[in-house]
Nanobody
């Protein structure tokens, strides 16, 4: 099996920064796209940012220019550097990964357990 473990959440004042990490472990042959989602209370989970195995990134408009997604393929880890945080960024942040477990090329979608990010005004 595959596990995704997130870390780095917490409480920060508006304008501050946090860096989230998500490490994948287990039966991994390779990882395709990795990404971060978030879910605020009473709202649907939304995509925040994605990064391909080759490093191509994509962001939702509300975080572009403030957040940076990156990955370390050797460590099977994805990061989310969050700067200039706003109260509306408050949410549980989840990482996900499209994991290839063997040479078949078939990939499986995995989620982390989530980490709370709270931005106070």
């Amino acid at each position: 099996q595959v596990q995704l473990v997130e870390s780095g959440g917490g409480l920060v004042q508006a304008g501050g920064s946090l860096r989230l990490s998500c490490a994948a472990s287990g039966s991994i042959f390779s990882i395709n796209a990795m990404g971060w989602y978030r879910q605020a209370p009473g709202k649907q989970r939304e995509l925040v940012a994605t990064i391909t195995s080759g490093g191509t990134t994509n962001y939702i408009n509300s975080v572009r220019g403030r957040f940076t997604i990156s990955r370390d393929n050797a460590k099977n880890t994805v990061y989310l550097q969050m700067n200039s945080l706003k109260p509306e960024d408050t949410a549980v942040y989840y990482c996900n990964a499209d994991v290839v477990r063997d040479r078949s090329g078939r990939y499986y979608h995995y989620w982390g357990q989530g980490t709370q990010v709270t931005v106070s005004s």
